[in-house]
């Protein structure tokens, strides 16, 4: 949440009859707007997910962790589209 949007809850919380001085509310709207924001990823969590493709016809997908670390889930191999062969001229 921005500086301004908690600025604006805590004017409105004023002006709906809050007596507490105005960083008092401030205090508070930012307490309470803490408990929506989302817990930083732990180590093990898996927050992305990375697939790379190789020359070879290799496709590997990873996990990336929390902590930064990448395992890998997944290695397949995949069918390469085969170069398309050149006709012969008509002569």
């Not at 004017?11 to 008092?24: E, I, N, S």
Request: a negative charge; proline letters at 9%; zero cysteines.
């Amino acid at each position: 949440m921005t500086t301004f949007e908690i600025m604006q809850l805590a004017y409105q919380l004023k002006g709906q009859g809050d007596a507490r001085p105005l960083a008092d509310i401030v205090v508070s709207v930012k307490e309470d707007t803490a408990v929506f924001e989302p817990a930083a990823p732990g180590p093990g969590d898996v927050i992305g997910t990375k697939t790379e493709q190789f020359p070879d016809g290799r496709k590997i997908t990873s996990e990336i962790k929390g902590d930064g670390s990448i395992s890998v889930v997944k290695t397949e191999m995949v069918d390469l589209p085969q170069p398309e062969q050149e006709a012969a001229p008509n002569e």
